[in-house]
């Protein structure tokens, strides 16, 4: 469905000094940067698949992402997006893909959300049954109800969010791009966002390519992780496998009945002790979860087990001084 081969792009940045001398001179002589954005980007994506693109800011996220939705010409490379190439073949492209940017809107400030997404009917040319088939269905799973009929200006980030998804849904896209999708929402926006993306992904068969630095929402939604640094993929698999190559450490925590026992056991560090609970990390590669709550059972009344896995945000952090980005 995707196919990326070779991508480059490169931007010339104005370099000047601080001062007044050097923005006078700046007026007749100018000096440029050249900034390589991303180099020799090459990735396929499936159809149906759920992509996490991510890496540091700067990393060359977003420029992929619009050389792919069309909107930016790379300097060398090639793209194949179910057979249109984006930069050439735009009107037919757009018809397929739906995009969100999470800092830039697709709807009109002033006006009703219902009056946007009837003008993105227009400019996408949806049949009238389609278009009302789908917005029933996305102001239903997206509830939608109680806003549509207010201007967008005075909707809440949350709000706002949802009604951008289902305006680049609207037009029943095969490929929904999503840049920073639930950025400064609230736990329950985030998680109707998330419910919603499996969703039509589920049941509509929708290719996802999310970016985000929130990992909760790649850990929820993505079954395979890229990583860009300084513009280069570094990292394509699935988040299991790099769960067994960066993390071999547990978090175990124990409660049990008032005890001033000491836990020295090997591979076992002390993350906080108290007389009633204790919160350990292990590591797996010395010692098996099961040895040490076996241990632990033989020396305190036990009456709680948590067992945990290191966050994944520890885990990309580790990624990235792996690659030194």
């Known amino acids: 469905m995707i196919e990326v081969n070779g991508l480059c792009k490169s931007f010339k940045v104005a370099k000047r000094t601080a001062g007044v001398k050097a923005s006078f001179k700046s007026l007749f002589h100018r000096e440029y940067d050249i900034v390589n954005a991303i180099k020799d980007v090459s990735f ?18 977003s420029t992929t992402i619009k050389i792919m939705s069309g909107i930016l010409v790379p300097d060398s490379g090639t793209c194949s997006i179910l057979g249109h190439t984006p930069w050439h073949e735009r009107v037919n492209h757009v018809k397929n893909i739906g995009v969100v940017f999470g800092q ?29 088939n789908n917005l029933d269905m996305l102001t239903e799973t997206l509830q939608l109800d109680d806003f549509i009929n207010i201007p967008v200006r005075q909707l809440s980030l949350g709000q706002r969010m949802r009604c951008e998804i289902a305006a680049s849904l609207l037009h029943s896209p095969k490929i929904l791009f999503l840049d920073e999708p639930t950025i400064g929402l ?140």
């Open 186 to 325: 609230d736990a329950i926006s985030k998680i109707a966002v998330r419910k919603f993306i499996k969703e039509i992904n589920k049941e509509k068969n929708v290719t996802i390519i999310l970016t985000t630095h929130d990992m909760s929402d790649i850990e929820a939604l993505a079954d395979r992780i890229l990583l860009i640094g300084k513009g280069t993929i570094l990292y394509d698999g699935n988040l299991s496998a790099l769960r067994n190559k960066y993390s071999n450490d547990k978090i175990i925590t124990i409660e049990y009945a008032r005890s001033n026992k000491s836990i020295n056991l090997p591979g076992v560090t002390v993350l906080s002790y108290m007389e009633e609970r204790a919160v350990l990390s292990i590591n797996t590669k010395i010692i098996s979860v099961s040895e040490v709550i076996s241990s632990l059972v033989n020396s305190y009344e036990i009456t709680d087990v948590t067992v945990e896995s290191q966050p994944v945000d520890e885990i990309i952090v580790k990624l990235y001084k792996e690659y030194a980005i």
């Open 44 to 61: 396929t994506i499936d159809t149906g698949e759920i992509v996490g693109y991510i890496g540091p800011n700067g990393a060359g996220k």
């Open 104 to 132: 830039r809107s697709q709807l009109w400030w002033d006006v009703p959300v219902i009056d946007s997404f009837e003008l993105l009917k227009d400019i996408y040319k949806i049949p009238p049954k389609e278009y009302a």
